[in-house]
């Protein structure tokens, strides 16, 4: 068995300039990534970073909560998300720590930044010496990244607010945008001398950093998510809350390609492969999409089967509607899982907390002297995970109505008993 894994994780990738997607993870993807040699990451909401060389992936394990963002440097990978770490890869190891959500990473020659939703920026030297804090800003950071020469960070955050920073120092040196509204997303263009940003309320610019002129690439939807330059520079590609992406030639100046990437949910993450040829993107869906340039929108779109938790409610009953509505995102009710950022609930009755094997619990639930049942369940949901077991990974929720409780207890009753 361990022979044939070794020999399909060998598949190649599809040839690029070919439609292709990486199947395998068990929730949305919040970040890719790409490498020199052809490499893909993927970050995603189950958890987990998937390193593609083939078909099958080698799935880097370790992150407490979902993963949002991930890169390359060197030989080493990076990631961070919602358990405020940020990791390398191999191995692991906790880089750093924020006392909020990382939902955004930039490298350099020398340093790794991490924008953090506690409203600061960490800077972490390569070399493992003592690292910086930029802030706070006073908002929750979303995104980072270097100049060319790595002696200067650009950040953006829910303020609106485009800061510089001197690397050596680590002080802010100017505030080139204050747009009012939430920057989600950054992409630099140093050598062309350009900065382009993505806000909430659906605006995309580009900043002249020389001139200061602005040129606005704005269409009526929101919010921007997600920006991606090409290798050669000549594309840039914009991902929105609405499940579009829009290309715009960086040349001319002009949009030359707007489809509907989703059928249903955003695009959370873009990356260019490494020749260009092809546009990687990821969503609501469990599978990275990728496209040829030439040809977007001529293929499949990403999530064209609905996920459980966007099924019509009118089609189910009322228990698992809830079930659908608060767990199933994080949870299968399958006896193998599925990959997610939950553990199984398949024969969750009579259970201990935290002691399904394969699956990284938080230390609160481990030592918990929880056994699932009825009241267990209801309890969890009546108080809210946050209060009924405070420090675990499970996110805050509650359903406030008796009756609800009851028909999703009947409903994973039902669903999740083990077969005689």
């Known amino acids: 068995m361990r022979r044939l894994a070794l020999a399909l994780a060998l598949i190649p990738l599809p040839a690029l300039a070919e439609f292709f997607t990486l199947k395998g993870h068990g929730g949305p993807i919040m970040g890719i990534a790409t490498a020199p040699d052809g490499r893909i990451a993927t970050a995603s909401f189950d958890n987990s970073v998937g390193l593609w060389t083939g078909q099958n992936p080698e799935w880097l394990e370790g992150h407490e909560a979902a993963v949002n963002s991930v890169t390359f440097n060197g030989t080493a990978i990076y990631s961070a998300g919602d358990d405020f770490t940020l990791r390398r890869w191999p191995g692991g190891d906790v880089v750093g720590r924020h006392k909020g959500k990382i939902v955004g990473l930039a ?21 493992g010496s003592r690292p910086i804090q930029l802030g706070p800003t006073g908002s929750g950071v979303n ?125 959370w993450a873009l990356a260019f492969s490494e020749d260009g040829q092809n546009l990687h993107a990821g969503g609501i869906d469990e599978a990275m999409y990728s496209w040829p340039v030439t040809s977007l929108g001529e293929q499949s779109q990403m999530a064209a089967t609905e996920p459980s938790f966007l099924k019509n409610p009118e089609e189910m009953g009322n228990g698992e509607r809830q079930f659908a509505r608060k767990c199933s995102i994080c949870h299968s009710l399958t006896p193998a899982g599925q ?35 009825e009241e267990t369940i209801n309890a969890l949901f009546d108080e809210g995970p946050d209060h009924y077991i405070p420090g675990s990974k499970m996110p805050m929720q509650r359903i406030t109505q008796a009756q609800d409780r009851i028909d999703l207890i009947a409903f994973l009753r039902r669903t999740t008993a083990p077969e005689d």
């Open 339 to 373: 990959r997610r950022a939950g553990p199984t609930l398949h024969g969750i009755f009579g259970r201990e907390a935290g002691t399904l094997p394969g699956y990284f619990y938080s230390d609160t639930l481990q030592d918990s002297d929880i056994v699932w049942n």
């Open 143 to 267: 995104a980072v990244v270097f100049s060319a020469d790595g002696t200067q960070l650009y950040s953006a955050g829910a303020d609106g607010t485009l800061r510089v920073w001197d690397v050596g120092s680590g002080q802010e040196t100017d505030r080139l945008i204050e747009h009012g509204f939430g920057i989600n997303e950054l992409v630099l263009n140093s050598q062309d001398g350009w900065i382009a940003y993505g806000a909430v309320d659906g605006v995309t610019r580009i900043l002249d950093l020389t001139t200061g002129d602005v040129r606005d690439f704005s269409l009526d939807r929101r919010p921007i998510l997600a920006l991606a330059l090409s290798p050669d520079r000549s594309k840039l590609a914009v991902g929105d809350g609405q499940g579009y992406i829009m290309m715009i030639d960086t040349t001319g100046w002009r949009i030359v390609q707007d489809f509907r990437a989703t059928l249903r949910g955003p695009v």
């Open 107 to 127: 490298a350099s020659k020398t340093h790794i930044a991490t924008a953090s939703w506690d409203g600061t920026i960490g800077l972490w030297p390569m070399d």
